[in-house]
């Protein structure tokens, strides 16, 4: 059974920030594709940011430039490096694992960025 486990969710002030991390087990971690999504009250789940086995990553328009999603295979962990936080950035973040369109969630972790 694999398990994706969310930590570093918090509250933070607009133009500050949070790292996020994703510990998962047990799993061949490194030929997975890692992502981070977030879905905030009201709103459909949206792709934050990926990183692919070949640490090509990807960003949504939002938070290019802000954010920094990497991978540490050693440690079975993804990070997202969250920078200038806007209240709008308020969401559940969930870590995603993805192999031959097999995927594993996280529980979620909130953010929440105040004004």
């Known amino acids: 059974q694999v398990q994706l486990v969310e930590s570093g969710g918090g509250l933070a002030q607009a133009g500050g920030s949070l790292r996020l991390s994703c510990a998962a087990s047990?799993?061949?971690?490194?030929?997975?594709?890692l992502a981070w999504y977030r879905q905030a009250p009201g709103k459909q789940r949206e792709l934050v940011a990926a990183i692919t086995r070949g640490r090509t990553t990807e960003y949504a328009d939002s938070v290019k430039g802000r954010f920094t999603i990497s991978r540490d295979n050693a440690k079975n962990t993804v990070y997202l490096q969250m920078n200038s936080l806007e209240p709008e950035d308020t969401a559940v973040y969930y870590c995603?694992?993805?192999?031959?369109?097999?995927?594993?969630w996280g529980q979620g972790t909130q953010v929440t960025v105040s004004s």
């Open positions: 995603n694992a993805e192999f031959n369109k097999v995927n594993f």
């Open positions: 047990p799993m061949s971690f490194s030929i997975y594709t």
